[in-house]
C-alpha cells in the first residue's frame, strides 16, 4: 500500500511566500519515479504545476517558473514545492501525483493525494 500526503497549504497574502510538501510512504517495497504538483480551481481543468524525476531532474512550467520553485529528497520520497511571490490567480488545491514501481508485481502504478488548499488573499 503506498499513500501520498501533501501539506503546507494554508492562508497567505499576496506577494507573500508558502511551501508545499508532498510525501510518498508505503507499507510495500517500492521506488518513487517522478512525482508531479498539479492544481485545480473549482470548475476548471487541472493543470500540472511542476515535475521532478528520480534523477533529480525537475521542471516547473513556464508559466510559473520566474515564482515557483521545486526540489526532492530521494531519501524521503519527498518533493517541496516553494512559491514565491503570490498572486490570487495561484489560489487552489493543490495536489501530487506519484509514479511508484511496485517491485511485488512488477509495474508501475500512479498514487494521488488528496491535495492541500491554498488559498491566496489580495
Known amino acids: 500500500q503506498v499513500t501520498v500526503m501533501e501539506s503546507g497549504g494554508g492562508l497567505v497574502q499576496a506577494g507573500g511566500s508558502l511551501s508545499l510538501s508532498c510525501l510518498v510512504v508505503g507499507s510495500t517495497n517500492f521506488r518513487v519515479e517522478a512525482i508531479d504538483w498539479h492544481r485545480q480551481v473549482p470548475g476548471k481543468q487541472r493543470e500540472l504545476v511542476a515535475t521532478t524525476l528520480r534523477s533529480f531532474q525537475s521542471r516547473v512550467v513556464d508559466t510559473l517558473k520566474d515564482r515557483f520553485a521545486v526540489s526532492r529528497d530521494n531519501d524521503r520520497n519527498m518533493v517541496t514545492l516553494r512559491m514565491n511571490d503570490v498572486r490570487v490567480g495561484d489560489t487552489a488545491v493543490y495536489s501530487c501525483?506519484?509514479?511508484?514501481?511496485?517491485?511485488?508485481?512488477?509495474?508501475?502504478?500512479?498514487?494521488w493525494g488528496r491535495g492541500t488548499q491554498v488559498t491566496v488573499s489580495s
Open positions: 501525483r506519484a509514479e511508484v514501481w511496485l517491485y511485488a508485481m512488477s509495474r508501475y502504478n500512479d498514487y
